[in-house]
């Protein structure tokens, strides 16, 4: 049996089919929820719960929060040479010789001050009913993962971060895009555990780039295993633009350039056929 998946709009102002990624911002009020109640996010979680109720055994809903990780170095590599230069020659080094980006660059100054400012809406937020999603993944590479720290830091949870192989950018020719190894991410982010299988060497990064169509099969991949296994109608990923996209090409909806650092939520809804 296979799982198609769509979204379900008219929660978020990220929503709408004309909806301006850049006049939206990286982090809007209450990340974009339309409703400015004082209770709006019980509100909104006994929605999903309703959904999910009044479904048939084969359809379920849940409500997603996509991070972007904060800008790191390679996204100052490429605008600094351009994205023509950087696809066809930048990118393929390790650096610059002033800049370093490759491999696995860690977050700039101001990409950790995005990560900050999603930490300070998020605290805003839980006091209007705003909790820490029972399920949180994010995507093996270090700047997805220092947004990941900084994003909760203080914040009350009860949830383990997971790391899932499948939520990292598109990879390959890059450098930017090439993991570090299990023993060095488990040594510097102790408080992360590992998805089951998870690999002590980068097995997929290879010299030829990714396509977008494949980076959308292993987003699927990431929907289908969370539908399949997890209970939790809440679910954090903080990642990459490229695979966040591939999310979208999964639920049928349009390209979205979210800015770094930026949060994208979406009600994902699920029918198994």
């Known amino acids: 049996m296979l ?28 990340f974009g929820l339309k409703d400015n109640s004082e209770d709006r996010w019980n509100k909104l979680h006994e929605k999903i719960q309703r959904l999910n ?25 490429e605008a600094k040479y351009g994205t023509r230069a950087w696809d066809d020659y930048w990118s393929k080094l390790n650096g610059d010789g002033e800049i370093v980006w490759g491999p696995d660059p860690k977050l700039t100054t101001l990409g950790e001050e995005q990560a900050q400012s999603v930490n300070r809406e998020w605290k805003i937020e839980s006091k209007y009913g705003l909790s820490v999603p029972p399920t949180r993944l994010v995507s093996p590479m270090t700047r997805a993962m220092q947004t990941c720290r900084l994003t909760f830091n203080g914040v009350r949870t009860e ?12 990879y390959g020719e ?4 090439k993991r570090r190894s ?12 590992f998805e089951e299988g998870f690999t002590e060497e980068d097995e997929l990064w290879t010299t030829e780039r990714e396509s977008h169509a494949h980076c959308a ?17 809440f679910v954090s990923i903080i990642a990459h633009g490229g695979i966040i996209n591939g999310f979208l090409a999964t639920t049928g ?7 770094t650092g930026g949060v994208l939520p979406l009600v994902i809804k699920s029918v198994l056929a």
């Open 3 to 30: 799982r198609s998946y769509s979204t379900i709009p008219g929660f978020f102002a990220q929503d709408d089919l004309d909806a301006d990624p850049s006049a939206i911002g990286a982090v809007p009020p209450r």
């Open 53 to 77: 109720a009044e479904a048939d055994t084969q359809t379920s809903y849940k409500l997603f929060l996509f991070g972007r990780h904060g800008e790191g170095y390679h996204n100052v590599g």
């Open 159 to 170: 949830s383990t971060v997971v790391i899932v192989e499948n939520c990292r950018e598109e």
């Open 174 to 177: 890059h450098t930017c895009d």
């Open 182 to 193: 299990k023993t060095w991410i488990s040594t510097t982010y102790p408080e992360f555990i």
């Open 217 to 233: 099969t292993r987003a699927k991949s990431v929907l289908d295993m969370i539908f399949d296994t997890d209970k939790n109608d």
């Open 253 to 259: 909806r349009m390209r979205y350039a979210l800015p």
